[in-house]
């Protein structure tokens, strides 16, 4: 006999189809961080054969975090970032804003693969966040950060287990523990039956702002930039490598790459990574009424619990950004404008929107766009170096690369400078994940664990032998 499928509260509380339809008419196609980001630096292209130092590919918030962090650890290196279009903006400037402490995607991911290290993962993870708000103190960034801290709330009862933390009542705690009322009371939203607030481990930002003021701390202190600048292919050269572009190359003592989900220029990485299609939604502006009917006054970022999960936040001028749920994986793996036009994506996300907040129906959206996530089989960065330890990588962040890129410039430059320190010695940075296989199974096999995740959202979360298989082998696909 076949079992019932468990209704989620999507489709138990669906809006009307005409709501979806009158929130997204007039929706532009545009990543809201970077239509709004307004006037910034550009960057000649490379020309000549000039020589450097280090030189950074990609310019992305693990390029940026590397060049900066590079002339602030060796203040006069002559460090030279490259960029095949313009400073931040793919994924960098596309992604919700959420500044993680873990390096690991989570506490669970965390402790189920490493978990002789985690405890000194988590530590890194936090020292790592501090040190990311103390940068944008210092330096004066301007990119709207908030330590506001996530709700990670459940909105099915099965998911309450999941919840950890200590209750207001027992006192203050940097994880605690909210029941339905006290959940709702911080965002209205009658779906949310219970959450934990972690107030410490995540930060909010506007993420493109933090890519245009990463470059422009990093110019002021010496990294020269070159935009419109595509690296074909690294050869190698006697005590160095040349990195050709098609207008230029360079004759580099060192290299890191930061090219996250775009092809790698080492073929030994290539399957290392996927590229998944993230979608998100932003809401026009919330007047005072609209405001007072959602709360959320501690503006906290929101993330369900579902194996399909969501999040939203509060933007500076009052807007809800949604996102997440569909994660689409293109055959062949490729990047392609094309794919961020999803006419389904969207109109499910602005559907699971009003059931989540109803009180908002008649607010439209003004924005649509789409990211591609570098996906890794376990979640989270891997690392490594090639030619003979001149070039280094990172890369697989799994949609957690906000926080994560700046611990991810340090173990660059660490491995780069062959030293042995805590960061180089862990064995998350040691070792590399199990690769995708090539295709046509990764696609196969991806699509039978999407399907896989969304039967257990729809079987009170238990996981099919598929799931239990690639939890046992250490793989996964993220949602």
Not at 372 to 389: E, L, Y
Not at 436 to 444: D, K, L, Q, R
């Amino acid at each position: 006999m076949t079992p019932v499928r468990h209704q989620t509260v999507f489709e138990r509380y669906p809006p009307a189809a005409s709501v979806v339809a009158e929130s997204l008419a007039g929706t532009r196609q545009a990543v809201f961080w970077l239509d709004e980001l307004g006037p910034r630096a550009e960057y000649p292209p490379l020309a000549g054969a000039p020589t450097a130092d280090l030189v950074v590919v990609g310019g992305g918030f693990t390029g940026l975090w590397t060049a900066l962090r590079a002339v602030q650890r060796e203040p006069g290196r002559r460090v030279v970032l490259l960029e095949a279009k313009r400073v931040g903006w793919a994924q960098s400037g596309r992604n919700g804003g959420f500044v993680e402490a873990s390096l690991t995607h989570g506490e669970q991911n965390g402790r189920s693969r490493w978990p002789a290290e985690y405890d000194q993962l988590a530590r890194l993870g936090m020292q790592n966040l501090d040190a990311m708000e103390a940068t944008v103190a210092e330096l004066g960034l301007d990119v709207q950060w908030e330590r506001t801290g996530e709700l990670d709330v459940a909105t099915e009862p099965h998911q309450l287990a999941w919840l950890d933390g200590i209750r207001p009542e027992d006192g203050a705690g940097e994880r605690v523990l909210l029941d339905a009322v006290q959940t709702q009371a911080e965002v209205h939203s009658p779906s949310y039956l219970g959450g934990t607030w972690r107030t410490r481990e995540v930060a909010l930002v506007y993420p493109a702002r933090l890519a245009r003021e990463l470059a422009r701390a990093a110019v002021e202190a010496g990294v020269v930039i070159h935009e419109h600048s595509p690296v074909r292919r690294l050869d190698e050269m006697a005590g160095g490598v040349e990195v050709v572009t098609d207008a230029g190359r360079i004759h580099a003592r060192r290299v890191a790459l930061g090219t996250s989900v775009f092809p790698s220029l080492l073929r030994r990485t290539r399957l290392l990574t996927v590229p998944v299609y993230d979608y998100v939604l932003v809401t026009e502006p919330l007047d005072a009424a609209q405001l007072r009917s959602i709360g959320w006054e501690h503006r906290q970022g929101v993330g369900d619990l579902a194996n399909q999960f969501h999040y939203s936040r509060r933007t500076a001028d009052d807007r809800i950004l949604f996102g997440g749920y569909d994660a689409i994986y293109h055959y062949g793996g490729r990047v392609r404008a094309r794919y961020e036009d999803r006419p389904a994506s969207f109109e499910k996300l602005a559907s699971h929107f009003f059931t989540l907040y109803p009180q908002l129906e008649g607010l439209h959206f003004s924005h649509r766009w789409a990211g591609a996530i570098d996906a890794s089989t376990r979640f989270c960065a891997f690392f490594g170096t090639a030619r003979g330890g001149r070039v280094a990588y990172a890369a697989g962040f799994t949609g957690l690369g906000v926080g994560a890129t700046r611990f991810a410039a340090d173990t660059l430059l660490d491995l780069l400078a062959g030293e042995a320190t805590e960061r180089t010695e862990l064995e998350l940075v040691r070792r590399r994940p199990v690769p995708f296989p090539p295709e046509p199974a990764a696609s196969a096999g991806i699509a039978a664990t999407r399907w896989s995740l969304d039967r257990a959202d729809h079987a009170e979360g238990r996981r099919n032998v598929l799931l239990r298989t690639l939890d046992a082998l250490g793989l996964g696909f993220d949602s």
